[in-house]
Structure formats: C-alpha cells, structure tokens
C-alpha cells in the first residue's frame, strides 16, 4: 500500500509501460485515471483493475481535453497526486516521412513534438494547480534517447531530451514556489512493448532483430514495462521525497559506457 489513498493520472496506459504502471499503482492503493486515445484497449484495463481505476479519452497534445480533465479531477477529487506524463510515439511507419535529419517532413517534426513534448508541458501545466495545495509528483517519460543523438527518430530523440530539460525548470520552479511538487524523469531504453512494433516487425525477422538489439544490451536482454513501473512506483510514492529534478535510467546498462570502451588486448 505505497500509494494508499493517492489519486494519480497516467496518460498512455491502456498498453506497454503506462498499462503496467496502471495497474502496479492501483495494486499499491491508488486510485488511477488511465488516460489515453486507444479507448477499448483503456476502458480493458481499467476494468482488469476494477473499482481502483477509470478510463479517459485524453489526447494529450489538445490543451482544451487537459482542462476538461483537469476541471473533471478537481470536481471529483478535490486534488490530483501523481500524473505520469508516459504518453509517447516514436514516429515511424506507413504514415510518417522518413525520421532522419535530412528527410524528416516540418509537419512531422511537429507532430511528434505535439504528442511528445506538448503532452508533456501541458500535464505539467495542469496537473501544477492540483497539486499545490497538497504536494505531489509528477514523472515524465524521457528515455535513453534523450541523452544521445538517434540518426533515424531524430524528432523523437529531440522531445525525449527536452522532456529531460523542461522537468528540471518544473522542479526548481516547484520548490521556488514551496509548493512541495517534485518533478522527474525515467529514462528507459529497450522495453519489450508495442512501440517497438514498426522496428522489429511481426514476422520471421523479429526474433533476429530482437538478438541483434539484445547483443548491444550489457545485461544482455531487453527489459520488460514493470521494470520501469516500479521505478515509477519509487517516485510516486513518498520514499522519493527528497528527490526532484532527477533522472533515473531503466537500460540493463546501456548509458554506463560505450561498446568502444578501450579494452586490453589479451
Ligand atoms: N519501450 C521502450 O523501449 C521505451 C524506451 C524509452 C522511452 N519509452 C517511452 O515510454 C513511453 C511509453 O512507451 P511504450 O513503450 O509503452 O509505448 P506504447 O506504444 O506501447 O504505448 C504508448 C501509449 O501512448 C498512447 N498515446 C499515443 N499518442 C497519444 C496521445 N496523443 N494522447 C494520449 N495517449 C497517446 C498510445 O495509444 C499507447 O497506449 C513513451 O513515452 C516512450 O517514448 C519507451
């Protein structure tokens, strides 16, 4: 009972990391909104949760849905605990221009800055009046990708770095106002979701792929959604309460060095 009594809101929970975060926080007592597009995949998950959760429509790039929520929260509970900012795309597939710097379309750079980074000013920005009275925390999904250049999702790369920015001013902005809100960022790399779909494919190469991705991992193996869920637990709950403007990676190593790490010859 880690959360008991928090109300939290997670946004991109009806799959992949936001899903296991979902259901891990309300398994720890809180009541969880699960916000997402994809809406019978969100109303499942809510209902495999039971009576500690509700679905959402939030599209979290639509600065009118989040004070429609916000209001609905604020009549509803009086306050808001915990928002995971999770929502996320990496921008590949059918529909999307090629993703690196050379070809990358100026609508697509935005539209992936309007889900990723918008989606992620905008919670902070609504979730801040719900929280001041009373404290709280809000986590935002960064990634390794944040951290070093990604030649073909360059657009995704550049939300993922500046969520990491854009968390700190909101934690030092926080404790500038004593409104005891801290603000920080995961930073996964290589989770097995559904986001990896369009890079590993479905057919007879995705085991392939997923070796030639497991052979770059020190730990040797892709990590699963609670793996960075009970990451998101420890900073939801109040065991982080000296912890704002912080990182913490989720990457069975990945940033601890590079595969070019001087070794010796024998
Ligand atoms: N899986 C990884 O390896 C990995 C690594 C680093 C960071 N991340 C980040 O973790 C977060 C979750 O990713 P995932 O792997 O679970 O992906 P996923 O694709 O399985 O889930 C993302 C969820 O976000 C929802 N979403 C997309 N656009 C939305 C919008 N406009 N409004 C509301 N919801 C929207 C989707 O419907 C989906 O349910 C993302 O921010 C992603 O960038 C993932």
Known sequence: MRLKNKIALVTGASQGIGESIAKIFAAEGAFVIIADVKDSKGIKVANDIGQNARYAHLDVSDELKWKKIASEIKKEFGRLDVLV??????????????????????????????VNLDGVFLGCKYAIPLMKDNGGSIINMSSRSGLVGVPNACGYASTKAAIKNHSKSVALYCCEKGYGIRCNCLCPAAI???????????????????????????????????????????????????????????????????????????
Request: with cysteine.
């Open 85 to 114: 900012n999770n929502a996320g795309i990496i921008g590949l597939g059918e529909d999307w221009s090629p993703q690196n710097p050379e070809a990358c379309s100026l609508d697509d750079w935005h539209r992936i800055h309007a």
């Open 192 to 266: 097995m979701t559904p986001i990896w779909d369009e890079m590993l494919g479905t057919d007879i190469g995705r085991a392939e792929a997923i070796n030639a991705i497991e052979s770059t991992i020190p730990m040797g193996k892709m990590g699963l959604p609670e793996d960075v869920a009970y990451a998101a637990l420890y900073l939801a709950s109040d065991e982080s309460k000296y912890l704002t403007g912080s990182e913490i990676d989720i990457d069975g190593g990945v940033l601890a060095g590079t595969a070019s790490s001087p070794k010796p010859k024998r």
